[in-house]
């Protein structure tokens, strides 16, 4: 019985020590290692204030498609906007061709690449809070730092990954629709959004049902990407998607956002893990 005693205190001096070296050691590492690639993200968004001076520089992106040539063009990036975009359009029916550009006093944010940008910042916030100097007492202040920069950087990602669903109406209300010069036709929707690593451009050509059709006319939800035969209501007419045309280009820095994300969470879950080894065995060996 004695023998079985001291095993047990040594085991328990053994575990004590090796979790004390986790909390004043390993954590504060870790945590520099996710500021630093966190703070690399934060860089690939090229914004101001990101230590950087200057203006923002400008990228431009060329417009393409596997599946069609009908529309082409280039989409110039300035941080979290659109400074300038250049767009030709193939009609289907008669390949009259149609060009549009951003006005040169507007530009369009990309509320995705800001949101994210600010989530990145917050989670860096977080981990800035608890320097070298911070001693974390319990597994329970980790896990709970831990869980708050996982939400922030699962939210930069989502933001990136998931865009938000519109319903045409919502499309053909958006500023969007009115920075180009000259204006765009009243049977064309236009919309810009973010997937993944991609910057994506969708037109949309309309025609106006007839209000002696015998179509059954049902008001199309919210969605990423519309199909034609899609239907909706604007002003006083009724009016169907017959062609969609989706374009995109990669954004190379998007990719490696999206990469130090996912880096970031691992070493998030790892640490997480480790301090659950220590907590299953207080919780099943009281001392």
């Known amino acids: 019985m004695a023998t ?18 986790l909390l004043q050691d390993e954590v504060h590492a870790v945590l520099r290692q996710l ?10 968004f090229s914004l101001p204030g990101s230590g950087t001076e200057g203006p923002t520089k400008q990228e431009n992106f060329i417009l393409g498609s596997c599946g069609t040539d009908q529309v082409k063009g280039v989409l110039t990036l300035q941080g979290d906007a659109l400074s300038q975009a250049d767009v030709n359009l193939k009609m289907p029916r008669n390949n009259q061709l149609l060009h549009f550009a951003f006005r040169e006093d507007k530009q369009w944010k990309l509320q995705q690449i800001q949101d994210a940008r600010n ?14 100097s911070y001693q974390f007492r319990t597994g329970a202040e980790v896990l709970k730092l831990m869980d708050a920069v996982m939400l922030q950087l699962t939210r930069a990602r989502n933001r990136l990954t998931t865009p938000a669903t519109l319903t045409l109406p919502e499309i053909a209300a958006s500023g969007l629709t009115r920075m180009f010069a000259p204006a765009l036709p009243s049977d064309l929707l236009v919309n810009v959004y973010i997937s993944l690593n991609k910057l994506c451009l969708t037109v949309y050509q309309l025609h106006a049902l007839q209000p002696n059709s015998t179509k059954n006319f049902r008001t199309a939800g919210g969605a990423v990407l519309h199909s034609p035969g899609a239907m ?3 002003g006083a007419q009724r009016l169907e998607v017959s062609h969609v045309h989706k374009v995109e280009c990669v954004i190379p820095w998007l990719n490696d956002a999206l990469v130090f994300f996912t880096v970031s969470l691992q070493l998030c879950q790892q640490l997480k893990d480790k301090i659950s080894v220590f907590s299953s065995y207080w919780s099943y060996r009281p001392f």
């Open 232 to 234: 909706f209501e604007w």
């Open 119 to 132: 989530h990145v910042s917050q989670a860096i916030y977080l981990l800035a809070n608890r320097d070298e």
């Open 4 to 21: 079985v005693v001291a095993a047990t205190a040594a085991e328990r001096a053994v575990l004590e020590e090796e979790f004390r070296w």
């Open 35 to 44: 500021q630093d690639i966190l703070k690399e993200a934060s860089l690939r």
